[in-house]
């Protein structure tokens, strides 16, 4: 908040009308009010808070208390002041509740107290502006919002009264922090304090959840310590390790008496099939004088067949003739196979 302008009228220990142009401070950042001890220095901070809020600054006297008992009957008591928030402007005039002459009838009639609230951004010359409150109660809730302070957070703060700067120092906790946060861009300092107590919350959770879960463990193992427990352990694995050894020793046998039984095994089912082709071919000789019967017969069946005219004898005699070759023929093949399987078992 930038002061422009302040006005008042019967108000403290001036009679008449007092006006204070800020703006002559050509943009100084200091300005020093100085005089002696009960010249009317602190009037000027309550005229400002009375004029902002509708009480004065040491929070001490109320706004009626503040009409200046030297002034004249018919001037009121009124305070006007400008002030300048940001790019915007505003005015804010105020009176206390006061009594005043009649106008009929002599003796004196009571004023309510009256405030109006006013944005003067675009007025021009000493024009009001928009009005934006009408009533006391509502001028004081917009100075709140406009400002962020509350009258004695503004009073603490602001102002700062004679006196009372030690008021800001012995606050509660809570309302220094609330003065600082609103005169300091701490939002961001906030939320990352929320997150921090919040990621605090969580690992205490966690570690919570790991030691209760480490006590059940324990519990369960009997174990006295995480100590003892990690020997158990170190040892459970050794153990583990020696039974892989001996399981993979294990399987490696295995695997080497499985292919000896699958060599043996096909050296058993070699020596059987020579044995069968031995047999096969045995019974193929024994057999091999039957067969020589059996061609004697065809040849001679051959021989008859040519010189014998009964064509009906000739051919029954061709018919015997062609059963018994086929027969013949049976007998060659058996024997030429006996003698290839023989000769494959006695390669293998």
């Given amino acids: 908040m930038k002061p422009l302008r302040l006005a008042f009228s019967a108000f403290g220990p001036y009679p008449g009308t007092q006006t204070v142009d800020f703006t002559r401070l050509d943009g100084q950042r200091l300005l020093l009010i100085h005089g002696p001890t009960g010249g009317g220095k602190s009037t000027l901070l309550d005229a400002i808070c009375y004029a902002l809020y509708g009480d004065t600054s040491g929070d ?143 690992l205490r959770t966690r570690c919570e959840a790991v030691r209760l879960r480490q006590e059940t463990v324990l519990r369960q193992a009997k174990a006295a310590n995480a100590v003892e427990l990690a020997a158990r352990r170190d040892t459970a694995r050794q153990a583990v390790e020696s039974a892989e050894s001996v399981l993979k020793t294990a399987r490696e046998t295995e695997t080497a008496a499985v292919a000896k039984h699958d060599d043996d095994r096909r050296i058993r089912e070699r020596f059987d099939a020579h044995r069968a082709a031995a047999k096969t071919l045995a019974v193929v000789k024994s057999r091999e004088p039957a067969i020589a019967a059996v061609r004697s017969a065809v040849a001679a069946a051959e021989r008859a067949s040519a010189v014998e005219g009964d064509e009906n004898a000739s051919a029954e005699k061709s018919r015997a003739a062609t059963i018994r070759r086929r027969d013949l023929d049976h007998a060659a093949k058996a024997e030429g196979a006996a003698k290839t399987a023989r000769d494959s078992a006695a390669t293998t």
């Avoid at 009838?105 to 951004?121: C, H, I, K, M």
């Avoid at 010359?125 to 001028?139: H, M, N, R, S, W």
């Fill in 60 to 202: 001490e006297r109320s706004a009626e208390q503040m009409r200046c008992q030297l002034a004249d009957p018919n001037t009121p008591t009124e305070v006007t002041f400008d002030f300048a928030l940001g790019p915007k402007r505003y005015r804010v005039t105020r009176r206390p509740a006061q009594k005043r002459p009649a106008k009929r009838g002599g003796g004196l009639v009571s004023d309510n107290p009256t405030a109006n609230f006013y944005e003067r951004t675009s007025a021009a010359g000493d024009a009001d502006g928009i009005p934006l409150d009408t009533k006391p109660t509502d001028a004081t809730e917009r100075a709140r919002t406009l400002l962020g302070f509350d009258s004695r957070q503004f009073r603490q703060v602001i102002m700062l009264p004679q006196g009372r700067f030690r008021e800001l120092l012995m606050a509660a906790s809570d309302e220094r922090e609330k003065i600082l946060s609103t005169l300091f861009p701490t939002a961001f300092h906030e939320a990352i304090q929320r997150e921090l107590k919040s990621r605090a919350s969580d």
